[in-house]
């Protein structure tokens, strides 16, 4: 059964000013964002905060998991996919005080 006409719109509207169970980044989320921008301020400067802090949702505690498991070899492997070698250690970088401040022997130096 597909919804038409004025009921559709409805349930749009409905979905729209609900937000369709979205919600604002986290104050970690946040952090980290702020921290990626810092680190990275050519690639990643210019998103507002709360946009990137959505559009990173995840990845911070997906490289800690990696860290954890992997060590660093492992978080750098799963980054790189996705980004430069610049934006993956701003990322990877970002993510440890952030979300695993435990891992931070990991990354030397």
Do not use: H
């Not at 604002?24 to 946009?51: C, E, M, N, R």
């Amino acid at each position: 059964m597909r919804i038409q006409g004025p009921i559709a719109v409805a349930v749009f509207a409905v979905l729209t000013i609900s937000g369709c169970g979205s919600s604002a980044p986290s104050k970690t989320d946040q952090l980290y964002a702020v921290a990626v921008q810092q680190a990275d301020p050519d690639d990643f400067g210019a998103i507002p905060v709360d946009k990137l802090a959505s559009t990173l949702s995840g990845e911070g505690p997906d490289i800690c998991t990696r860290l954890k498991k992997g060590g660093l070899a492992n978080a750098v492997a799963y980054v790189k996919l996705g980004y430069s070698t610049k934006e993956a250690e701003a990322l990877i970088g970002s993510a440890v005080p952030a979300y695993c401040p435990g891992q931070k022997t990991k990354l030397g130096g």
